[in-house]
């Protein structure tokens, strides 16, 4: 198209045939698209916000030159090819007579696919943030999603209702309690994906929430103690990742044994890290429960992705005792980082 | 309906969990026909009570520490009297219940479901035909992979034997004897049935009557040219066959 109308246009202005313009004008426009293409890459390379704009022109200017000046020593090469096959050399004069018409187009054409280029890069761009800031909000609701049903898991709140069931008909005052706990247990289970962080003292106190209803529930199997070192008690933590280890304790540990036993929580501070530790009973011989090991799984997964190395939990069986320790940097920075 | 309220149905209790136990004798007392003789917290008292108390029925809770329903019935094998299962959440369970036709109660309890059991319960009690349990236990054991431990019971007594503790199994008619370092245990089991939920990389059938774990292996000694013994650690010989030898080179 656009040669088309340059050869119309040189066939104008330098009033000659239509088709010796056509002859020479065709074959040199599609010429130009092989040297428009370095282009491209050129505008890849030299992204357009972050090139000293200095730098930016030169290479430009440099790229149009040389594209320029290749795309004239062919013209001027054709055009001398085409002279030696006829008698009446004239594709020379024209093209010497029309360069100031083709270098004004070829430079403008140059220009523009530069500038189209940069547009689609630019649009390209910000389709690939949008498409990654899509997926990190898919990858943050599905790991809020898994600790959320990792938290409030079906069978605890079966156990819950049976047992509620229960006392409600015994002592109604303990179904007032009982119902009072699990309502907070509950509500800090729902709430904690919006926050970033939480302080200790709230992590250990929906542990004792949670505590609170299976005592209920274990009766004289379950024991606890906790060895709490005050100053830390303001740390802050990622929500609800203390919690999977002492519901962990829980279920494989104290559940597995017919005399239930001790489950000892101590919080402790060391070389620079909170040390989270929880201690129980465990039965190797007991009815192996399904899911063994998914819950401190995901909160190794947590720790990693928010604290990378400095961030641990370790487990540790010794002679039917399980110790489960988690590790959390202790900085002096406010902000934790998002996971 | 006359005669059955003069011999009252003698049931057991058995749960973990104090209100659970509580909640269910409460619900039992309205039932005049029907009295509790004992109450159990676990799967071991449950396999004891029974043994020494004999019942009529037992309200047996499924998921329990260390032996679960399923143990408790197993342990009591033929012994087992009428079962109703309590269950809160095993969908396994409930679904090889309705499988099995087994009365089945789900918790927390519904008053109007226990009345429908109870009157089951009269019933079968009533016809003395009783209820076949296995099917249930077979359909369980295909589920779970590799058997990590074995329940025996001895009268009253329950043990659980980690299958690394056992040195090797022989085979008595319909049963088998179960030898760990320390002591022998008698089981209701064919060898072979056994041998088919053990490690095959750990048991090797070394007889026709024997099969050996082989981490007790000392060494093999050769007798006569086709005759061939294996030797514990503990000292203990224990001929081997001839395909038995072929199975435990193999092995080795």
Redesign the interface.
Known sequence: MVSASVAALISITLDVDLLDSTVLVMPLYILLLIFIVPNYYACRGLPIRETPWLVLLGSHLLILGVGTGMWMLAGEAYSRLLDSFVEQARWVSIFERSLYINLSIVIIQFEIVALIHYLYLALEATKNLQQAALKQKLLISQAELQTLKATVH??FL??S???L???T??TPEAAHRFCLLIAEFLRYSVAYSKKNSAALSEELEHIQNYLGIER??????LETSFEIDDSLLETKVPPLILFPVVENAIKHGI????EGGLLAIVVREQEGSLVFEVRNPV??????LKGTGHGLASVKQRLKTRHGEKALLKVERDNGTFIAKIYLPLSNEEEVLPE | MNSESETKIRAIIVDDEPHARQGMERALSDFSDLVIVGICENGLQAVKVVNELQPDLIFLDIQMPKLDGFDVLELLGDQAPCVVFVTAYDEYAVQAFEANALDYLLKPLDPERLNKAMEKIRERIGSESSPQYTELLVGRERENELLQRILVRDGSDVHVLAVNSVCYIESADDYVAIHTEDATHIKLDRLGKLQDKLDPRQFCRIHRLCLLNINFLSRIETETKDSKIAILESGKELPISRSGYADLKKLL
């Not at chain 1, 209920?216 to 199997?221: A, I, L, N, Q």
């Not at chain 1, 559940?255 to 017919?258: A, E, G, T, V």
């Open positions: 079906p069978h079966f156990n209702l049976n047992t069931s229960n006392i008909l015994s209920e529930r274990f009766g004289d199997r559940d597995s044994c017919i039965d190797e011989l007991g009815r192996k």
